[in-house]
């Protein structure tokens, strides 16, 4: 057995003072961004009042903008600063001047450097000619600024970004796109829509970012998305009627889903009835809930058929569509589907019914006497107790029992 | 006495190359998480810049969210919890609270201060869990439902909140942890972002010891007063900054803090919940995440995030202490050994191929190593076996390279959330960076070792770790 070397003790205590060494500029580092972030808060502090001086002083129209701008100028000698910038931004953000803001960073140049970020291409460079151009979180991030301040000159330069390799900046391009909201804006949306014929959609922009970036444009220009209703695949036709279904947010999610059942735009029936015939049954899941929200009163036939349909998951959404237009023949057509092979349908047709007023508890009533499917009166207890009406189901609980034996009462499954 | 005395020089001699092998390996895959979580942090810091919440928050995609918090005998910490998911932001959010049997006042407390109502609702039992009692709910937003059972343990719990769930994602979250007001949209990011894939998402937790909480939400971080609090802030950090943040980027995250993270429903049921069996449900369950998506070659992301989302306490006494590393190493030999034939199959990715490996050879079977030495080196002097001016550089050797990696984490803490805004807390969070190497480590390594006993004397109990709430305010609460 060879025995330890001097070597190697020697070599270990070599190490231990490399890594000694190496903590200490660890230590260093640690206390360095510690008073760099001490004095990027002072900075930006400064640059806060500063920006707030010069918006200030451009609402008022008084003359001391320049002296603002000059004062600003002074205090940013570097080619870039970023505590200007952040707080430029957040100064914009948080008054809502997106235009003064805009002026001051296109005075101060700005947002000549965010556009130059933005849509800088590969350049040679020196006479070994490499390839410089600023990295992907930079172009991301410019991306986004220029969205903020809404810069619609850089709204090309967005539309390319859209091609960039790398995906954090495709996001942020889609987003920026969205957010200017240019009519031009919706062609483009729906030229990414139509190119998402087979996962993943081009580059890394995902179904779910593609539909918040809809969300953003006006209802009125969603009239870009009705041809990709006729496209041969399936997922183009599900994704565009699910865009075309989702509100537009005028100030944010809440008003958003407040709204939700607010239509839009109105297809043409032809069109409706068309998609709600489709060969994919998401997309006529889909065009169930358009139904819904349909102005057409010919819409409730169409639903009427949709409720017969071979997939549960249309007859569901069908269902929860008849019960939102409330159609004249809605609760007789529902009570129907209370003994649904599928569970799903069972229960959201029971909690439709006990929702629809007395006409719906006295369904829910006759159906649970009559029927000796076990499931469909468990789901019944369970809508009627949910929506309050406990009371109305003890006394279907009795009539239940003298009608049916001793096994026609809650099944054991409801706790 | 001669041959017995050779023997016990061979053996030392091969112990001797066993160690330093570890030891190598061990701290190098460390050094190599350390470098690629810099690298990550540098990249978060500057993503902030344009990754915007508000696209999560206000997206009609967005998909809606359940809180489920499992709980049994927390009504000392339920109430703050329930109201910091109350205040989170997050649209279409609901929040289910899993009483698991609990003999203390819980579930009144719930019932009380958040007006629930009895109702009466269909249990589907798509997971097998025990029996469930019943359910209470609220008429406010987000709706709050507690769901009470027989009691079960924490995977049991976690799985009756999933049957009652009904969106496409949860989220779990522990009875005595403090979510921040953006932690979910942050969690959600991901997932939302990408074209759906992402499985499990998870974040930062911290240490909530020490802080001021005030109606739900830590209102001023401070560090913990007690040394042994101190000492866990710090290993919390190198946990999070540095372990997961590295096998992120790698690819090959297996474990995620069962404190906080959100899961995809579906693939959670598909996998069959969490295991009620196990002691370390949360490894159990990402491992066997892994195990489907590999089977299925699908593609199944598990993401971790930097940015802080959650405060949780830790123990404040060596006897909880020691109670929760025991289950934590009984959980990881429980869960590592159930599913170890995944090791270095390259079906499973980088879990399979490098973080199993990682757990069981270093995390595992390292608490063995590492103790017999504590226990081989003394008696190799005490015999003559062995040469101090080997052992005095290898000791040094090591509490050196244990200090470089936890302020390793320390820095990265400084190139992200920065949240200890005092810069004394930074000298204190280095020096303890130190100091935990004499005494505190050897301690928990004492509690691991006792751990990795218990699993091979097949223990399978849950020791419960009750913490002690002495925050410096708690007005409101």
């Known amino acids: 057995m060879p025995p330890l070397r001097t070597e190697l003790i020697e070599l270990i205590l070599v190490c231990s003072f490399v890594i000694v060494v190496v903590s200490l500029l660890l230590v260093a580092c640690a206390v360095w961004l510690r008073f760099k972030a001490a004095h990027h808060s002072d900075r930006l502090k400064l640059f806060r009042s500063l920006v707030t001086q010069a918006l200030t002083a451009q609402s008022d129209a008084r003359n001391g903008y320049q002296a603002a701008l000059a004062v600003l100028r002074a205090n940013f000698a570097r080619r870039r600063c970023p505590e200007l910038e952040q707080a430029l931004l957040d100064c914009v953000r948080s008054t809502g001047a997106v235009d003064a803001g805009r002026r001051i960073a296109d005075d101060l140049g700005v947002l000549e450097r965010w556009r130059q970020g933005l849509g800088a291409q590969p350049r040679m460079n020196g006479r070994f000619r490499f390839h410089r151009r600023p990295g992907f979180l930079t172009r991301a991030r410019c991306a986004s600024n220029v969205a903020a301040i809404r810069d619609r000159a850089s709204w090309k330069s967005l539309t390319t970004a859209l091609d960039d390799p790398h995906p954090d900046v495709q996001r942020a391009a889609l987003r920026a796109i969205a957010e200017l909201n240019e009519p031009q804006s919706a062609h483009v949306l729906a030229g990414l829509l139509a190119a998402c014929s087979a996962p993943p959609l081009r580059g890394a922009i995902s179904e779910r970012s593609l539909r918040a970036a809809w969300a953003h444009m006006p209802s009125a220009q969603r009239v870009q998305i009705l041809p990709l209703l006729t496209q041969s695949t399936g997922r183009i036709r599900r994704l565009a009627l699910e865009i075309y279904a989702q509100p537009s947010p005028p100030n944010g999610a809440a008003e958003s889903r407040a709204s939700r059942r607010t239509p839009s735009i109105e297809i043409p029936h032809s069109l409706l009835n068309e998609i709600a015939a489709d060969p994919d049954a998401e997309v006529r899941a889909r065009a169930a809930d358009l139904l819904a929200i349909s102005a057409d009163g010919r819409a409730e036939e169409t639903l009427r058929a949709l409720l017969d349909d071979s997939a549960w998951f249309v007859r569901l959404h069908a269902v929860r569509a008849v019960a939102a237009r409330r159609c004249p023949n809605g609760a007789e057509w529902i009570e129907g589907m209370i003994t649904d092979p599928h569970w799903r349908v069972r229960e959201s047709a029971a909690h439709a019914l006990s929702g629809w007023g007395s006409e719906g508890l006295d369904r829910l009533s006759a159906t649970f006497q009559s029927t000796a499917d076990a499931y469909a009166r468990d789901q019944i207890a369970e809508a009627l107790e949910t929506s309050g009406h406990s009371a109305s189901l003890n006394g279907v609980s009795v009539e239940a029992q003298s009608a049916n034996g001793a096994n026609a009462g809650i099944v054991p499954k409801t706790s | ?477």
């Open chain 2, 1 to 477: 006495m001669g041959a017995w005395h050779e023997l016990a020089q061979h053996a030392l001699y091969l112990f001797n190359l066993l160690t330093i092998l570890y030891f190598f390996a061990g701290n190098g895959i460390y050094t190599v998480l350390m470098l690629v979580s810099i690298g990550s942090a540098l990249v978060y810091n500057r993503r902030r810049a344009y990754e915007d919440l508000r696209e999560i928050r206000e997206a009609p995609s967005t998909p809606p969210l359940t809180v489920i918090i499992p709980c049994c005998n927390e009504e000392a910490s339920i109430l703050e919890t329930v109201r910091s998911v109350l205040g989170a932001d997050y649209p279409g959010l609901r929040l289910v609270v899993v009483d698991d049997g609990s003999t203390d006042g819980t579930a009144d407390l719930l019932i009380e201060q958040f007006h629930l109502t009895p109702v009466k609702l269909i249990t589907r039992s798509a997971l097998p869990t025990r029996n469930v009692f019943g359910y209470c709910q609220g008429a406010g937003s987000p709706v709050v439902t507690l769901l009470r059972k027989a009691h079960g343990g924490k995977a049991d719990a976690l799985n009756a909140g999933i049957n009652f769930c009904r969106t496409p994602y949860f989220c779990t979250l522990d009875a005595d942890c403090l979510i921040e007001p953006d932690a979910l949209l942050r969690l959600m990011a991901p997932i939302v972002r990408s074209p759906g894939e992402v499985v499990v998402s998870s974040g930062t937790i911290r240490v909530r010891n020490g802080c001021e909480v005030s109606n739900g939400r830590v209102q001023r971080v401070l560090l913990p007063r007690r040394r042994i609090e101190r000492l866990q802030v710090v290993e919390y950090l190198r946990w999070f900054l540095l372990g997961r943040a590295g096998w992120d980027l790698l690819g090959g995250t297996l474990l995620v803090s069962g404190a906080m993270a959100v899961f995809h429903r579906q693939s959670v049921m598909d996998a069959g919940g969490f295991d009620a069996r196990s002691v370390g449900e949360d490894m159990e369950l990402i491992i066997r995440l892994h195990h489907e998506a590999g089977r299925k070659r699908k593609r199944a992301r598990l993401t971790f995030t930097l940015g802080t989302v959650c405060w949780a306490q830790c123990p404040s006494s060596v006897e909880m202490l020691g109670r929760q590393r025991r289950r934590w190493q009984l959980g990881l030999c429980q869960a590592v050994a159930a599913h170890w034939k995944m090791s270095f199959r390259p079906r499973y990715g980088a879990a399979g191929l490098f973080s199993l490996p990682f757990y069981i050879f270093v995390e595992s079977a390292g608490a063995a190593v590492e103790f017999i030495g504590y226990v081989v080196v003394p008696l190799a002097f005490a015999t003559h076996l062995a040469l101090l001016s080997f052992y005095i550089p290898l000791v040094v050797l090591s509490l050196v390279y244990a200090s470089f990696l936890s302020i390793g984490a320390v820095l990265i803490e400084e190139m992200t959330d920065r949240p200890y805004p005092a810069a004394r807390d930074l000298f204190t969070l280095i020096k303890w960076s130190v100091l935990e190497n004499f005494g505190f480590r050897q301690l928990v390594l004492y509690f691991r070792f006792q751990g990795l006993l218990r699993f091979f004397g097949g223990a399978r109990q849950w020791e419960t770790v009750a913490h002690t709430t002495d925050e410096p305010a708690s007005g409101g609460s």
